[in-house]
């Protein structure tokens, strides 16, 4: 029979290739095979089925999955009706019911798509390693793809603007590896999205979020690949599942050699689950339990972590409250009106309702005293009988004593909160609670009191699913993921670990093997190290295609890229931070996370945790070795760290030569390494040197910084060179802030910024002319607010912050160079600048902004008179000022220059 034009089902089976003809006569059908061509065989015609051919579907468009396995190599797809016929040149053809086949669009087919995938494929072949056969791995499995299904992430890769399809969010989440808050979010949107994207900065929980999302995701009896660009942190991952007696679900593949070690390894037998079991009743009970009691934590959760956000305030309120005791001890009279019973917001209320006062020169109607009375106490009326000179600066330090006692008592009572709750009891039985389900649903699925199936090498290519219904969670390199199993295998999720360290073409690859999507990194950490000649040859093949910017292979990791390509993805920080000690973390809080992490560790007020030393100026560095650096480590810094009986002391430094030259000068007594190679570890001290005579751009990298400081769990010493030049760097940020935080003497003729304080101000500022319908008369410095923050966003300003409305009273620390005129003026604290921009390290003043109205500020007037004096004053005390005219334009640029001449 003709098998492209019938279909003979007999039976049930499909008989096409067997039957050398048929024919009907009333209800008989009479067969004969070309295996027996002189019997004629006699069946009910209503056990015969000759299916005309409807159709033929080109499988150069679609993918063919039969009860889930996926089929290549196929010629010919004939579509008759209830059946298809796969045809297979040089192989058997195949029949399947229509019910057990399942089509999927070949994303391929669209021509956009195939030309960004060859753009991705071209650069693997010129820039991939090459194995020492002389095989490029990478270019190797390109050249196997001719299909990428339309549920893979690729395909949502190469054309994000597609609706693609969710997965379904499980009923309940467990976590037996424990939870906080931005965790506990990041599981569910990675549950819940075909995307998601997770910023783990450093000490934030990173494996601990992914253990759970594995946890969850082998529990609704799906697969999961968990890849990393190197083995140490899918290793990490394997010992802390092993820790809860779970790597039995694990096979680490990716190498020839690592395949080779699982084979051996194989025991054929399975952990003893007999602990594990329980009836389903009480597993059914117990997921109720576990469900509504990671409902209740979620309040508990938000309570512990604003006792972190206090304790945070606290760091920046100390340092604060100390420098503006420092400018409030030069007021010799005070007013004795107590306001205790004010809170910090009413005493910053009652500073504007003065100030506006005191700037109409009026006296207070019966109206406004009662009001006054009324809105603050009978002290506060009593105020506005004084100097501005004097209510003032002793509203402003009425502030930090009233603030102090409202952030101690706010956490006095959320720590009663979390006890009478018993906080950590509950946390430890959601835990608890989540373990137990999660081993008994294994215990029920495994038969494991029979012998486990020992699978072969060539189960990984020629039986992909049955090899991951054993093995769930499958781990590998980024790099070797797409060939560990079948090239037509897709994983249910995958999850990529230190994606900013992971390249494009690489990435592409992994993301044809799944359908869901994990992706952790960090922007703010290293990224994936492309030299020169890698980035000329892929520029080279870019220029030959029309492709979008973000796809772009030599200037995006998979994170950056995935970021620009899924903007609708949920983005999760983990915020929470375990590791560094508060001042050693805020640091890079302030400086590369903008202030939104969360400090978990506590301040005990221990000494040197921040140490600076700097070596007198000169050509100490020679090449990437500097001598006089490794000898202060040595004789100075080792036997202060010695002294504090540290466990683990680390030396980290940007260049190899320099670590060569300490190890053979200390031995190996310490860890000392490059910055790359120390990415993932941490040490209870750690010195950083920073080699360089003059900071260069390669070792003032803001990722290597943030990497090298957040190494420090307790102690971080800084051993660099003392350079004016250095001042401008991001080491002269670290430099500003050690000092700010240890209180050290700055010589300078301004004080620092008293950033909390303006905030609080403006923002009651902003209140009280909303209030009063005043709002149009400073609608040029609201502008202007909304352009500042537009520079101060840019990452080349990222440590700059801006305070309002500050008066020169709390700016000018030295009046020496002033003239008496000048000093009236600026001692008067009615006397502002519109916008102080300052680093936020040191909160030292960086530049001074002044909106001026064109009218007001006219030659020859009064105003002009007294911007005379400011430019004068300002000047005396080396702060740059830049004024901005209401009709004038380029203010962004304007601003953006003057910020770097700074």
């Known amino acids: 029979m003709d098998a492209r034009k019938h279909l003979i089902i007999i039976k049930g089976k499909d008989q096409t290739d067997s039957v050398a003809s048929f024919q009907f006569h009333g209800g008989k059908c009479e067969v004969v095979y070309t295996s027996a061509p002189n019997k004629t065989y006699s069946f009910q015609r209503s056990n015969v089925e000759i299916l005309p051919l409807k159709k033929k579907i080109d499988p150069a468009q679609v993918i063919v999955t039969v009860n889930g396995q996926t089929i290549s190599g196929i010629d010919e797809i004939l579509d008759f009706s209830g059946y298809y016929r796969i045809v297979r040149n040089g192989k058997r053809d195949l029949s399947f019911r229509r019910s057990e086949v399942q089509f999927r669009q070949n994303c391929l087919t669209d021509g956009k798509n195939q030309e960004t995938f060859q753009y991705f494929k071209e650069t693997a072949a010129a820039i991939s390693l090459v194995a020492e056969n002389g095989i490029n791995i990478l270019s190797m499995q390109y050249d196997k793809i001719q299909q990428v299904s339309e549920d893979t992430v690729l395909a949502s890769y190469l054309a994000p603007q597609k609706d693609v399809k969710m997965p379904q969010m499980p009923e309940a989440v467990i976590y037996p590896f424990g939870l906080n808050q931005s965790q506990k979010l990041a599981v569910e949107r990675a549950l819940s999205s075909k995307i998601s994207i997770i910023q783990g900065p450093p000490g934030t929980g990173k494996t601990q979020t992914i253990l759970n999302i594995i946890a969850n995701v082998v529990r609704s009896g799906k697969t999961v690949a968990v890849v990393s660009n190197n083995n140490s942190a899918t290793h990490n991952v394997v010992e802390k599942l092993e820790k809860k007696n779970s790597a039995f679900l694990t096979a680490f593949l990716g190498s020839l050699a690592n395949k ?47 006792i972190a956000e206090i304790e945070q305030e606290f760091l920046r309120l100390n340092p604060e409250q100390h420098y ?26 009652l500073w504007m309702e003065f100030e506006q006062h005191a700037e109409r020169e009026s006296r207070l109607g019966l109206l406004q005293k009662l009001s006054i009375m009324f809105r603050f106490n009978r002290n506060a009326l009593k105020l506005f009988l004084r100097s501005p000179n004097l209510v003032i600066p002793y509203l402003q330090s009425q502030f930090y004593s009233v603030k102090r006692r409202e952030l101690e008592v706010e956490k006095q009572e959320l720590n009663r909160k979390l ?20 081993r008994a649903e294994l215990a029920t699925r495994y038969h494991w009191r029979n012998n486990r199936r020992c699978f072969e090498k060539n189960d990984f290519r020629r039986n992909s699913a049955e090899f991951t219904r054993e093995y769930p969670v499958v781990l590998s390199t980024t790099y070797s993921i797409k060939g560990t199993l079948s090239i037509d295998h897709i994983y249910d999720y995958l999850i990529v670990d230190e994606a900013s360290q992971v390249d494009l073409a690489t990435g592409v690859l992994a993301f044809s093997c799944a359908r869901n999507i994990v992706i952790v990194g960090d922007l703010k950490q290293l990224p994936n190290v492309l030299t020169e000649d890698d980035i000329r040859t892929s520029d080279a093949i870019w220029q030959k295609y029309s492709l979008d910017e973000r796809y772009r292979f030599s200037t995006h990791s998979l994170l950056s890229s995935a970021l620009e390509i899924w903007q609708n993805a949920p983005v999760t920080l983990l915020r929470e931070h375990y590791r560094c000690h508060p001042k050693i973390i805020n640091f890079c809080n302030q400086k590369f996370y903008h202030g939104q992490l969360i400090v978990m560790t506590k301040d005990h007020d221990e000494p040197d945790v921040l140490t600076m030393y700097r070596t007198t100026a000169g050509n100490h560095a020679r090449g990437h070795l500097n001598q006089r650096q490794i000898d202060v480590i040595q004789q100075e810094v080792l036997p202060r760290l010695h002294q504090q009986n540290f466990q683990s002391i680390g030396i980290i430094t940007p260049y190899r030569d320099q670590v060569t030259a300490i190890r053979k000068q200390l031995g190996d007594t310490y860890e000392v390494d490059t910055v790359h190679k120390f990415q993932g570890r941490e040490q209870d001290a750690i010195i950083l040197t920073s080699v360089d005579n003059v900071i260069t751009d390669f070792v003032d990298d803001p990722h290597m910084l943030n990497v090298a400081v957040s190494r420090a769990v307790h102690s971080l010493t800084v051993v660099t060179s003392q350079d004016p030049r250095n001042d401008q760097t991001n080491y002269g940020d670290l430099t500003r802030y050690i000092e700010y935080n240890n209180f050290e003497v700055i010589q300078s003729h301004v004080y620092s910024v008293f950033d909390m304080l303006y905030q609080g101000y403006a923002e009651q500022r902003r209140a009280y002319l909303q209030k009063h319908k005043r709002v149009s008369e400073y609608d040029s410095e609201n502008l202007m607010y909304s352009v500042i923050q537009e520079v101060l966003a840019e990452e080349a300003f990222s440590s700059i912050g801006c305070a309002e409305h500050v008066s020169l009273a709390t700016l000018v620390k030295d009046y020496g160079p002033l003239t008496a005129e000048e000093r009236q003026y600026a001692r008067n604290p009615l006397t502002h600048v519109d916008f102080l921009l300052f680093n936020q390290m040191d909160k030292q003043p960086v530049l001074a902004i002044e909106v001026d109205g064109t009218g007001f500020h006219e030659a020859g007037s009064k105003q002009a008179e007294r911007d005379m004096k400011k430019n004068s004053i300002l000047e005396k005390c080396a702060v740059t000022l830049l004024r901005l005219r209401t009709d004038g334009s380029g203010e962004k640029e304007k601003i953006k220059n003057a910020l770097k001449r700074e």
């Open 260 to 306: 080779e070690k699982f084979l051996d390894a194989q025991t054929g037998t399975y952990p003893n689950m007999s602990a594990w079991e329980m009836p389903l009743e009480e597993r059914q009970q117990l997921d109720q339990e576990t469900t509504a009691l990671s409902k209740e934590l979620n309040e508990m959760l938000n309570a512990k972590n604003r």
């Open 324 to 349: 503006f005791e420092e400018y409030y001890a030069t007021y010799s009279d005070a007013p004795m009106e107590s306001l205790d019973k004010l809170s910090s917001q009413k005493i910053l209320a």
């Open 419 to 438: 006890e009478h709750y018993a906080f950590d009891a509950k946390m430890d039985e959601l835990t608890q609670k989540s373990l137990r389900l999660f």
